[in-house]
């Protein structure tokens, strides 16, 4: 089993920044993807950039060139830095990953509410 803890959610003016962070523990365990997914509310939870094993990055076209995932594969932690945010990007974040063996994990899920 795996548990990941998010942090780093909070309330910031438009264009200003936040950085999330997401941990994962838990016993004999590799990691392959890690990512970031957001609800914002009544909407559905939408893909917003993930990373792979080999540092390989993709990002959602709304967030590209604001937002940067990160990993740090001693820690098992991923992270994203989130730059010129927009009122848009209110929405709760939440982590994911995915281990070698193909088990798929979700953070318990971090909010972020940007203000106009």
């Known amino acids: 089993q795996v548990q990941l803890v998010e942090s780093g959610g909070g309330l910031v003016q438009a264009g200003g920044s936040l950085r999330l962070s997401c941990a994962a523990s838990g016993s004999k365990f590799s990691i392959n993807a890690m990512g970031w997914y957001r609800q914002a509310p009544g909407k559905q939870r939408e893909w917003v950039v993930r990373i792979t094993s080999g540092g390989t990055t993709n990002y959602a076209d709304s967030v590209k060139g604001r937002f940067t995932i990160s990993r740090d594969n001693a820690k098992n932690t991923v992270y994203l830095q989130m730059n010129s945010l927009k009122p848009e990007d209110t929405a709760v974040y939440y982590c994911?990953?995915?281990?070698?063996?193909?088990?798929?994990?979700w953070g318990q899920g971090t909010q972020v509410t940007v203000s106009s």
């Open positions: 994911r990953i995915v281990t070698g063996e193909g088990y798929v994990y």
